[in-house]
């Protein structure tokens, strides 16, 4: 099983990610998907094809293509991943986008911080809560 889907069309960003995530304290496996058409197909899948779910998806909203909104909405219209946490984690501190994505279905909303470090924190932060904290109810 995947610890965390990140959903990242941007290669400099994903490449941040998989640093990051690499230097944290624990494993944690990942996968990264560059669109919201991916995600989807990954989430939703076919019953011929559906992958583990992840513990979590970070999401950015702003995608190419199938909007991170559009993924949040596809994904919570499932009964397979209705109750899956959702982060989105996004440049975009406009409270209009904040509250779209919490009335699409987001359980927790992160902006990304401008730094490295400060984005490090900010995803051990996550990965700390989601993974270790949460207790979840969707362990299909």
Known sequence: ??????????????????????????????????????AIAYLIGTEQQKAALPKVVILDLDLGGVSGFEVIEKTRASDRTKY???????????PRDIQQAYDAGINAYVVKPGSYQATGMALTKVCDFWLENNTRIDNR
């Not at 998989?18 to 919201?36: A, Q, W």
């Open 84 to 94: 899956l946490p959702i982060v989105a984690f996004s440049t975009s501190d406009s």
């Open 1 to 38: 099983m995947v610890d965390v889907l990140y959903i990242e069309d941007n290669p400099n960003d994903a490449d941040i990610f998989s640093r990051l995530m690499r230097k944290l304290n624990r494993p944690v496996t990942y996968t990264i998907l560059n669109n919201g058409h991916e």
